[in-house]
């Protein structure tokens, strides 16, 4: 297989894979009923008129399997914190006690579980769109590398070998979608 034709498969395996990291951090934002820290991983808290990350301003912690305690490294940030809280869209009702904000994490209902394995369904379609997107991507790309001289039936082999990525990274992420599914059914 000529240098041309595997760059293109090594590209492209490392996209899917790229893919499949992503819709697994996706997945990690969508809550179990279980206190994680990385729940409140997408949240900016204006520090200084900066906005930053709030693991870059406090600590996070799970005392227990439905608490979050987020311990600010400055006394001044709590309020900005609980705001920032608050006006996200998770849902959460943060209480501070001046030096440590505390958040319930309620146990979920049928109801609410049902949407999040509906949201969770969308995460993963997303992730095989985009490894569908890469296959399509480097085909394409093979075919133009045939026109330039390369013989068909090293793109035919190049293209077996990108379906057979896409097959592989298709089935990682549904099994993605199997943890996540189970993990949020569990009462």
């Known amino acids: 297989m000529s240098e041309e034709v595997q760059m293109f498969l090594d590209e492209a395996k490392e996209l899917m894979e790229k893919a499949v990291q992503h819709t697994n951090q996706e997945l990690l934002k969508i809550r179990a009923g279980k206190a994680m820290p990385n729940m409140l991983d997408g949240i900016s808290v204006d520090y200084y008129g900066v906005p930053s990350p709030l693991n870059q301003v406090a600590t996070v912690t799970t005392p227990d399997a439905r608490t979050l305690a987020i311990r600010p490294f400055e006394r001044s940030l709590v309020?900005?914190?609980?705001?920032?809280?608050k006006d996200s869209d998770?849902?959460?009702n943060p209480q501070n006690?001046?030096?440590?904000?505390?958040?319930?994490?309620?146990?979920?209902?049928e109801e609410r579980r049902k949407q999040l394995v509906k949201q969770v369904k969308q995460e993963v379609e997303n992730?095989?769109?985009?490894?569908?997107?890469?296959?399509?991507?480097?085909?394409?790309?093979?075919?133009?590398l045939q026109k330039e001289g390369i013989p068909e039936d090293e793109v035919k082999a190049a293209e077996e070998k990108v379906q057979k990525l896409t097959d592989t990274f298709g089935a990682k992420i549904d099994d993605l979608?199997?943890?996540?599914e189970a993990e949020l059914m569990t009462v």
């Open 90 to 92: 998770l849902g959460f």
């Open 97 to 109: 006690d001046g030096e440590t904000i505390r958040i319930n994490i309620p146990p979920l209902t």
């Open 127 to 144: 992730g095989k769109i985009s490894v569908r997107n890469i296959r399509k991507e480097t085909n394409d790309s093979l075919k133009k």
């Open 177 to 180: 979608l199997a943890k996540k």
């Open 79 to 85: 309020s900005a914190i609980e705001k920032a809280i």
